[in-house]
Structure formats: C-alpha cells, structure tokens
C-alpha cells in the first residue's frame, strides 16, 4: 500500500480554452493545431515535473536520449490535439471524425445480453471523443471520474459544447458513485472507469510490472468491478490521423470464482492490454507525474 501523486486535476486553464474555441470557430482544425506548434514548446521548456517524468516514461519503453527529448515535445502536441478535438466533435465545430472500430461487437453483446458492463480505460488516447460517438451502440454510456478539475473550465466547456452525450459519474468520499455505477448497470447501460491512477491520499493499491517496473493500481476499482460480478471489456481509442480515431474493445469477460485471484487475473489482463496498446501508440501516454512511484 502506498500514495500516488497525482492530485486529481488536470492540465489546462480557461484562457487557453478560449483561444483554442475561438479559432475552432472562426479558423478552423488546422489552424488550430498549427498554434499548438507553440502552445506545446511552452509546456516543453517551462513543465519541469511533467517533463521529468514524461521523459522517463520514454526511456522505459526503450528510446534513446534524443529520440526521448523529441517525443516528449510531440506527447504534449498530441495532448492537445486530443482536447481540441475533443471539443470540436462534441462542439460541432470542426467536422465529422472518422473511427475505425475493432471489437465494436463486445459491446453489442454486453448490451444484448441485458447486463450491461464495465469499459475499463486508461489516461490514454482520447476516450472523450470516443464515448461522444458511441451512441451507435444504442445504450446511455457514464464516465466515472474524478471531480477535481478546475470549476471554470468545466463550466465553460458545458457552456461551449452543450449536453454531453456521455453521462459523468463523479467519485465521491461517500461512495455513492458506486450505487450509481450499480444503477447504470441495472439499466443494461456502459460504464467506463479509467483504472490506472491512483488518487494522492488513497489507501489501497496493487503494485504490477509494467514496462518493465513495478507500478501501482487502484486497488478498490477492481474490487468493485468483481464484487458487482459485472462484464467488463479493456477499450481504447487512439488518434491515428488529423480526422481518423482507432477504437479498440476486447472480449468480454466475467472474472469469478476466488475474490483475490478473481482481482488478481482482472488486473493482470487489463495491465497487459495497456501495455499492447502503448507500444502501439507511444505518444499518447498522459499521466504527467510520478507513475511508478512505489
């Protein structure tokens, strides 16, 4: 058992949000991604804790000195072309998105099976944007997450992009997300949970190789998700071009029988499959802190 740094917010102010919308609306994508040219060297040159350990993540995963220096700039450009379209597609701002979906039927099946079931994601790629169009499913999808990001922003956002598609569980101290996450269930809903971060200040954790060293993870999400004897699929998705997402959703399986090894395999499996899916898009890693902190 042990703390993890992050705090539970997020990189980004509202001015910068601004600025991005406007250009959105009046410019256009590309214009867009061409202020990020700059927008990225700033966090280059002036973020040095996230650098750190961005850095270190790419030296983990094999990269040399320089090939680490260049990619480390190019994960905080990919950064923000995830939350500008993010915003655009949920905005209507900046054209349709195209999506590749593999394993699109695990999902269907969850839902056709009358259960429901649990996504389980990771702080990768763009899973916003993902869940924006996966109305095609025919079935309300939640997002558990944190509610520590920044109110303004938040609010403005709302303002900007209007209703979500995507319903927002917030966790809470009282755990009444969990009754929430229950309820969804019932309703033969999809819930996602991003299962790779620990809050500063938690208890509880599993400690697993990845990449090559020891790391931890959140112990009491995959205790819920074996207590609730729920489906769950390992989903992802990457930007894979300017316009193009990559969406990835595995089998679906139910991990029964002996709690500890039930939460043991479920973490293992869900450990491996973000690794797979990280070295196939090493860029888009966003976690800015200490991850193998242990």
Same mark, same amino acid.
């Given at each position: 058992?042990?703390?993890?740094?992050?705090?539970?917010?997020?990189?980004?102010?509202?001015?910068?949000?601004?600025?991005?919308?406007?250009?959105?609306?009046?410019?256009?994508?590309?214009?867009?991604?061409?202020?990020?040219?700059?927008?990225?060297?700033?966090?280059?040159?002036?973020?040095?804790?996230?650098?750190?350990?961005?850095?270190?993540?790419?030296?983990?995963?094999?990269?040399?000195?320089?090939?680490?220096?260049?990619?480390?700039?190019?994960?905080?450009?990919?950064?923000?072309?995830?939350?500008?379209?993010?915003?655009?597609?949920?905005?209507?701002?900046?054209?349709?998105?195209?999506?590749?979906?593999?394993?699109?039927?695990?999902?269907?099946?969850?839902?056709?099976?009358?259960?429901?079931?649990?996504?389980?994601?990771?702080?990768?790629? %763009?899973? +916003?944007?993902?869940?924006?169009?996966? @109305? =095609? *499913?025919?079935?309300?999808? /939640?997002?558990?997450?944190?509610?520590?990001?920044?109110?303004?922003?938040?609010?403005?956002?709302?303002?900007?992009?209007?209703?979500?598609?995507?319903?927002?569980?917030?966790?809470?101290?009282?755990?009444?997300?969990?009754?929430?996450?229950?309820?969804?269930?019932? %309703?033969? +809903?999809?819930?996602?949970?991003?299962? @790779? =971060? *620990?809050?500063?200040?938690? /208890?509880?954790?599993?400690?697993?190789?990845?990449?090559?060293?020891?790391?931890?993870?959140?112990?009491?999400?995959?205790?819920?998700?074996?207590?609730?004897?729920?489906?769950?699929?390992?989903?992802?998705?990457?930007?894979?071009?300017?316009?193009?997402?990559?969406?990835?959703?595995?089998?679906?399986?139910?991990?029964?029988?002996?709690?500890?090894?039930?939460? /043991?395999?479920?973490?293992?499996?869900?450990?491996?499959?973000?690794?797979?899916?990280?070295?196939?898009?090493?860029?888009?890693?966003?976690?800015?802190?200490?991850?193998?902190?242990?």
């Amino acid at each position: 058992m042990a703390d993890q740094g992050w705090s539970g917010k997020s990189k980004g102010k509202k001015t910068g949000y601004q600025i991005f919308v406007f250009l959105l609306r009046y410019a256009g994508l590309r214009v867009a991604y061409s202020l990020l040219i700059f927008v990225a060297f700033y966090y280059f040159l002036t973020s040095r804790s996230s650098n750190r350990y961005i850095y270190q993540y790419f030296r983990k995963i094999g990269y040399g000195r320089w090939r680490s220096l260049i990619s480390l700039y190019r994960n905080y450009f990919v950064f923000g072309q995830c939350l500008i379209d993010k915003i655009a597609a949920m905005a209507g701002l900046g054209g349709k998105f195209q999506f590749s979906f593999e394993g699109e039927e695990y999902l269907w099946e969850m839902v056709n099976n009358g259960k429901g079931g649990i996504l389980l994601s990771a702080h990768v790629g %763009n899973w +916003e944007i993902a869940g924006h169009y996966l @109305d =095609r *499913i025919d079935t309300p999808v /939640s997002i558990v997450m944190y509610d520590a990001e920044y109110q303004s922003i938040k609010e403005y956002l709302d303002n900007v992009t209007g209703s979500r598609k995507t319903k927002i569980i917030p966790i809470v101290d009282d755990m009444s997300h969990v009754y929430k996450i229950m309820e969804a269930l019932s %309703n033969h +809903e999809l819930v996602c949970i991003h299962a @790779d =971060r *620990i809050l500063h200040g938690s /208890s509880r954790s599993i400690s697993l190789p990845f990449l090559g060293e020891n790391a931890l993870f959140p112990y009491s999400i995959f205790r819920m998700i074996i207590m609730l004897n729920a489906q769950v699929s390992f989903v992802f998705a990457f930007k894979e071009s300017a316009f193009k997402y990559n969406f990835y959703a595995t089998e679906n399986q139910i991990f029964t029988g002996d709690k500890d090894k039930a939460i /043991s395999d479920l973490t293992s499996q869900y450990v491996r499959e973000l690794e797979t899916r990280l070295l196939q898009y090493p860029l888009q890693w966003f976690n800015f802190y200490d991850f193998w902190k242990t």
